[in-house]
């Protein structure tokens, strides 16, 4: 009976301690990542800020979604005004840039195209952004430590490590699903214009065929007069 008191105690303090790190952990590991799909209009240059701190890492990547050519020009900017990295007629692309403080600038330019708007899609992908607070405030949380012979740091690093996975999973699945409206858009386009095309191909037939029955006809046919 002593036995199963004293298992009780330790379990209720274990439970305590990892209940305190969850709640830590979710006050101070914040996810800094983000993605945006917006509409680029015909002849419009869309441009963004983002700020940073140095030493991080900015990893931006884009994609073309839907319209004429699926393609458009892009640059990042530093905060002294400085072009990065451009691309012209892209569909899609990917970058990174080790950050000094100030704002940067990334844009999307539609200019080069007079009729057709773009839908585009993008995500934000911020590294190394840290705050103010220590992150070894956590342990004036807990109580009780010496009670259990456990390594809350392991405990700490474990957490990290299974949110980092499920923010990259998260990633990669909001980059498959812009990948998939791309192609789900390209198909219905190509849809229509077969369908346009059959159309026109039917209405060309039927015309063709009216005309050769008209000339056929016109084949034996006795136009001349019948004296009596």
């Known amino acids: 009976m002593?036995?199963?008191?004293?298992?009780?105690?330790?379990?209720?303090?274990?439970?305590?301690?990892?209940?305190?790190?969850?709640?830590?952990?979710?006050?101070?590991?914040?996810?800094?990542?983000?993605?945006?799909?917006?509409?680029?209009?015909?002849?419009?240059?869309?441009?963004?800020?983002?700020?940073?701190?140095?030493?991080?890492?900015l990893e931006i990547e884009y994609q073309v979604l839907d319209g004429a050519g699926l393609d458009v020009d892009f640059f990042i900017s530093s905060p002294s005004g400085q072009v990065l990295f451009s691309d012209y007629h892209k569909s899609d692309g990917v970058h990174t840039v080790e950050t000094e403080d100030g704002d940067y600038m990334f844009c999307f330019d539609n200019t080069f195209s007079s009729v057709s708007e773009k839908l585009i899609f993008f995500e934000l992908i911020l590294d190394n952004m840290e705050t103010d607070e220590d992150p070894d405030d956590w342990k004036s949380y807990v109580h009780g430590t010496d009670i259990l012979d456990m390594k809350l740091e392991d405990i700490m690093d474990t957490i990290n490590n299974v949110k980092a996975r499920l923010g990259k999973s998260l990633q990669i699945q909001t980059v498959l699903r812009a990948f998939e409206a791309r192609d789900r858009n390209l198909q219905e386009s190509n849809y229509d214009r077969v369908n346009l095309w059959s159309v026109i191909n039917l209405i060309g037939m039927m015309l063709i065929s009216a005309v050769q029955v008209y000339l056929v006809r016109s084949l034996f046919e006795d136009k001349r007069k019948i004296r009596t």
């Open 2 to 57: 002593e036995v199963v008191r004293v298992f009780l105690c330790v379990l209720s303090v274990f439970v305590a301690l990892v209940s305190d790190r969850f709640v830590v952990l979710a006050f101070f590991s914040q996810s800094l990542d983000s993605d945006f799909t917006f509409t680029l209009p015909a002849g419009r240059k869309e441009c963004f800020y983002q700020t940073m701190k140095k030493d991080a890492s």
